[in-house]
Structures are given as C-alpha cells and as structure tokens.
C-alpha cells in the first residue's frame, strides 16, 4: 500500500524536550508530507519533502526521508504545549494524489 | 491570504436521506480532493477531482457518493443516501497545479448519521 503508517501512535513529553515521530511506506512515492491537525480541527500542512531529497528543516521542525528503506521521520524540536496534536504523514504519488497514515498522537506536558 | 471553506460545518441527517457537503476551493487552483475521517481513525482518501472529471477514487467511494463542480467555485460531495457509517470528518483539498505542491485543507463538515 502507498499510504504512510506512522509510530508511534501515541507520543507524551515534556515541554522543551525534542519529539521524534517515524512513518514508513510500502510503494515508491514521489513525494512526502507532514500534516498537523488539532482536536476536531482541519489539516495543516507542514512540510513537503520530494523523493530526492534527504533532510528539510522548517523553523523546530526537520524532516528527513530515506528511500531506500521507505521512511520518514519529523523532529519536533524544542517542543511547546502548543504543538499538542495528531501529526500525519501522507505519501505522493506521480500524479500528486496523496494517502494518509494513521497519524501519531503528541502530547507535550508543561 | 486564501482558504479553502466548507459548510455547513456541522450537518445531521436521518439514515437513508440525501447530503451535500459543499467546499469552495482556493480559487486558482485546479485540482480537488474529499476525503474522511472517522472519528479517531485516519484520513481516507475519497475521491480527487481535475478538469471537471474524477481522477482517482477509493473503494470506499461507491454508488452512492458523487461530486460535482456545478459552477467553477463550488466543489460539492453528495451522498444520495446515507448510513450509520457515513458518519464523519468530510474534508475538502485543493492543489495549485501539476508540480509538487501541498494541498490545502478545509476545516471540514462533521456529518452525523442518525
């Protein structure tokens, strides 16, 4: 399947500690996104990250991809109560049609 | 700066009646999604939508959904008759263009099946 499973599902830290969150896939992919979403809210968009790329950094946020082994992984850095949500991640393909994974539940603890 | 909406945000339905969830896409770009989300569950792609024609869509996407871009600015969803099971996130996406490019989300209708 091309959609991205992510671990864990659920993630607890402590404000100012770093977050890590993996997703891996099973089809190649032409690109890789990481979307946020609060409570009972809409997706945000993080992040987009194409196949030849290795590493991309966006403020506290980096994300790497390695497709030789079919993962991705977002670091949280710095963390903040605020950034308290579900995070997703979502493969591409060539025609830019994308499949979600599970999504990991963060909760950072002030 | 531009937004994709949705309304209503919140719609019940009995079981067996008609819905139409309505987006209005950002308005220069060319490409639609709906998809859903079960309360606590994943995303599920439903359906994408180019050049007044579906592109791709799931298994979970039957008879019974369609969409429509009945006048250049609105994108809508319609279950013609609804079940239990079609209770839900529903989330409207629109795309720029053919190069790689995230789709922006609306805030989503909440369907409720009764």
């Known amino acids: 399947s091309q959609q991205g499973e992510e671990d864990p599902q659920a993630l607890s830290i402590q404000e100012g500690e770093n977050a890590t969150m993996n997703c891996s896939y099973k089809?190649?992919?032409?690109?890789l996104q990481w979307y946020r979403q609060n409570s009972g809210r809409g997706l945000v968009h993080l992040i987009l990250i194409r196949s030849n790329e290795r590493e991309k950094h966006s403020g506290r946020l980096r994300v790497t991809l390695d497709t030789s082994k079919k993962s991705s992984s977002l670091l949280i850095t710095a963390s903040r109560a605020a950034d308290t949500a579900s995070y997703f991640c979502?493969?591409?393909?060539?025609?830019?049609?994308?499949?979600f994974g599970a999504g990991t539940r963060l909760t950072v603890k002030p | 700066e531009p937004e994709v909406t949705q309304t209503p945000s919140h719609q019940v339905t009995q079981m067996g009646q008609e819905v139409i969830l309505r987006c209005v896409p950002i308005s220069n770009h060319l490409y639609f999604y709906w998809y859903r989300q079960i309360l606590g569950q994943k995303v599920e792609f439903l359906v994408s939508f180019y050049n007044n024609e579906i592109s791709e869509k799931s298994e979970i996407f039957d008879d019974q959904f369609s969409v429509e871009r009945p006048d250049g600015s609105n994108f809508t969803l319609k279950i013609r008759s609804t079940k239990l099971e079609d209770s839900a996130m529903y989330f409207c996406a629109s795309r720029r263009s053919t190069s790689v490019n995230e789709q922006f989300f609306g805030p989503g209708t909440r369907l409720t099946v009764l």
């Open positions: 979502a493969t591409g393909n060539n025609n830019n049609d994308m499949r």
């Open positions: 089809t190649s992919i032409n690109n």
